[in-house]
């Protein structure tokens, strides 16, 4: 979670380093802290190069120091799911499945993939009530399902805990839940 983003995409980071780029890391993208005081929106479907979706989201400014602020961004998850797929050579989704998938029962989920070959992310992950039930059901049990550990109980006693900054917010009160 501490690895810097710009260390993963060098050759896709801007020639002239931005305020706080440096400082992005993995953990702020999975937090929603990464500092932009707006939703950073692309749309990959819209046939640029394979790598323009992370480029986007690295050259769009950002306003305040990583991790100190919440805004719901979608180039957030995009980013993580190009991470997943440059590290693993698999997408998110093919990633997930025996981790988190399979073990909630959760058969080939239908998770929509971008002309580039990766998971959005952010959206397009197609679960009916029961499937969702189940992730609900692993977060209130802090992290097991059936008895098997899938997450750990860390993480998810972060992900309820207030990271950063939430009020008010310019994009609206869901902005402000974090």
Not at 49 to 65: C, M, N, Q, S, T
Not at 110 to 126: A, D, F, H
């Amino acid at each position: 979670v501490r690895e810097k983003i710009v260390d993963l995409f060098p050759s896709l980071a801007p020639e002239k380093p931005m305020p706080y780029l440096d400082e992005l890391c993995v953990e702020h993208l999975l937090t929603m802290t990464t500092g932009h005081d707006h939703d950073v929106r692309y749309d990959p479907e819209d046939g640029y190069d394979e790598d323009d979706g992370v480029r986007f989201f690295l050259h769009d400014p950002i306003a305040k120091k990583p991790g100190t602020y919440f805004c719901y961004n979608q180039m957030a998850t995009y980013t993580l799911s190009a991470i997943v797929t440059k590290l693993t050579g698999q997408t998110l989704c093919e990633y997930l499945t025996p981790r988190l998938f399979d073990p909630l029962g959760i058969e080939n989920p239908p998770w929509q993939i971008c002309s580039k070959g990766r998971n959005l992310g952010y959206t397009g992950l197609m679960l009916n009530t029961s499937e969702i039930a189940k992730l609900g059901i692993l977060h209130l049990n802090r992290g097991v399902y059936e008895g098997k550990r899938l997450v750990s109980a860390e993480w998810i006693d972060k992900s309820g805990q207030a990271l950063a900054d939430t009020t008010p917010h310019k994009d609206g009160p869901d902005n402000e839940y974090g």
